[in-house]
T-cell receptor
């Protein structure tokens, strides 16, 4: 069963604007962790941000924030003030009993 | 500050050939993982290890074997390569399997099976 769903295969955003990348997940475990990774064209996987299922506040890391809506089982990544270097694939992942990744969203930042 | 290092970065094999992918980490992590990445499917776990001398199957283990003889190294073997194994392979490591522990990835190995 698909545990992580990223419904946007591709997204475009204008430089300096904010963008939201969607992620929904499915688990019956009350304890889980949510992660976002960035994969630039060079191929490496870069850890961006983490949100725990019991965290009361949305996680933030610099220009990245995670819009965590537990009842909806969504963990959307918000990138503020987009930069050209943000163009990449973005993967949402969830860890409960194991770690599962979504199919990814390709973000393109336009100048 | 090497982190996780994968070798080789690229390889082309013929069907039926064998090869080993090497993963080395210098972060003293107990846990190591091998994933494959295919278009439209994200990353799928092949095998993982919770410590030296131990390995376990992941989501897609068929056609692969692994070994963890040293804590810092995790080897992925293809005994008889098949075109369906054409993929990008990622190794990752983590300090623990706690929910808040991110996995640290290598740069990937692009493998083509002809």
């Amino acid at each position: 069963a698909q545990k992580i769903t990223q419904t946007q295969p591709g997204m475009f955003v204008q430089e300096k604007e904010a963008v939201t990348l969607d992620c929904t997940y499915d688990t019956s475990d009350p304890s889980y962790g949510l992660f976002w990774y960035k994969q630039p064209s060079s191929g490496e996987m870069i850890f961006l941000i983490y949100q725990g299922s019991y965290d009361q506040q949305n996680a933030t890391e610099g220009r990245y924030s995670l819009n965590f809506q537990k009842a909806r089982k969504s963990a959307n990544l918000v990138i503020s003030a987009s930069q050209l270097g943000d163009s990449a694939m973005y993967f949402c992942a969830m860890r409960d009993e194991d770690m599962r990744f979504g199919a990814g969203t390709r973000l393109t930042v336009k100048p | 500050n090497a982190g996780v290092t994968q070798t080789p970065k690229f390889r082309v094999l013929k069907t039926g050939q064998s090869m080993t992918l090497l993963c080395a980490q210098d972060m003293n992590h107990e846990y190591m993982y091998w994933y494959r990445q295919d278009p439209g499917m994200g990353l799928r776990l092949i095998h993982y290890s919770v410590g030296e001398g131990t390995t376990a199957k992941g989501e897609v283990p068929d056609g692969y074997n692994v070994s963890r003889l040293k804590k810092q190294n995790f080897l992925l073997g293809l005994e008889s390569a098949a075109p369906s194994q054409t993929s990008v392979y990622f190794c990752a490591s983590s300090y623990s399997m706690a929910l808040d522990q991110p996995q640290h990835f290598g740069d990937g190995t692009r493998l083509s099976i002809l």
